[in-house]
């Protein structure tokens, strides 16, 4: 998840990418912007981020401003010692509102809220960087085989056989139900999209797996998941704190 975090006080700034990255070590902080000016100049020149913290009263201004200036279609999450402008905040894209000094377990909550609103925004075509999974979800259906190219031969693999997906220093494979392993020609960004997310569940940067290979989970350090599949993967697929109960809610659907 790219986030940009816009906010004049550098020890907050510094505190709030702290705690985004011990809910979830996937986060990535694109830029810290401490005034209406920069971040302008930064959204003006660089893709939207998926995200957006966003402090209301900085030094130059009221982020307000920056959101009049650059349209952009990221969903923003204020953080504001001030609740006066909640009406104002929910008029510029606001999914929520919190107050300062801000606590880990609401930053969680927060969190939480943007990834279950997330399919919806998808749905409604609202936020730019999601709206090409929606564009190719409308022209092509959820794949129902796989080719893969294995030395002299092209394989069809059935997405039922597919027991998960896993990417690693630019190579993505595809592991099936007999345990053998296939590099595949897609990304793990494409794959996530051409699969159907009540079936296969994209659960870090590096795996997607299929609900039918899921054995059994356990918790793990830092109220994350460790999910144990039927056939063994190269490394641990560890369920970040953040996407934990949305991924439960899934098992259980």
């Not at 936020?127 to 893969?148: R, S, T």
């Not at 350090?221 to 996407?243: D, W």
Request: glycine share 2%; aromatic share 10%.
């Amino acid at each position: 998840m790219k986030v940009i975090i816009i906010e004049d006080e550098a020890k907050t700034a510094k505190e709030l990418k702290s705690m985004l990255q011990n809910l979830d070590s996937e986060i990535s902080i694109e830029a810290i912007l401490p005034s209406v000016s920069s971040a302008i100049n930064w959204l003006k020149e660089n893709p939207a981020p998926e995200l957006v913290f966003s402090d209301i009263q900085l030094g130059d201004g009221l982020s307000f401003e920056i959101f009049r200036e650059v349209k952009i279609e990221s969903p923003v999450i204020f953080c504001t010692a001030f609740d006066e402008y909640a009406i104002r905040a929910f008029e510029s894209n606001s999914i929520d509102y919190l107050l300062k000094p801000i606590e880990e377990d609401v930053l969680q909550r927060s969190l939480e809220k943007y990834i279950r609103l997330k399919e919806h925004l998808l749905s409604n075509t609202q936020y730019g960087n999601n709206l090409n999974k929606v564009l190719v979800q409308m022209d092509v259906a959820y794949k129902q085989n796989i080719l893969v190219h294995y030395r002299e031969k092209i394989i069809p693999v059935r997405v039922t056989d597919i027991q998960f997906i896993y990417a690693s220093a630019g190579i993505v494979y595809l592991y099936d139900s007999s345990e053998k392993s296939y590099p595949i020609q897609y990304t793990i960004e494409q794959l996530e999209v051409m699969l159907n997310p009540q079936q296969f569940f994209r659960a870090n940067r590096q795996f997607i797996i299929n609900r039918d290979a899921v054995q059994n989970i356990e918790h793990y350090f830092n109220r994350k998941l460790y999910v144990i599949v039927k056939t063994n993967p190269p490394e641990k697929i560890i369920i970040s704190k953040i996407k934990a109960q949305p991924f439960l809610k899934w098992i259980e659907q």
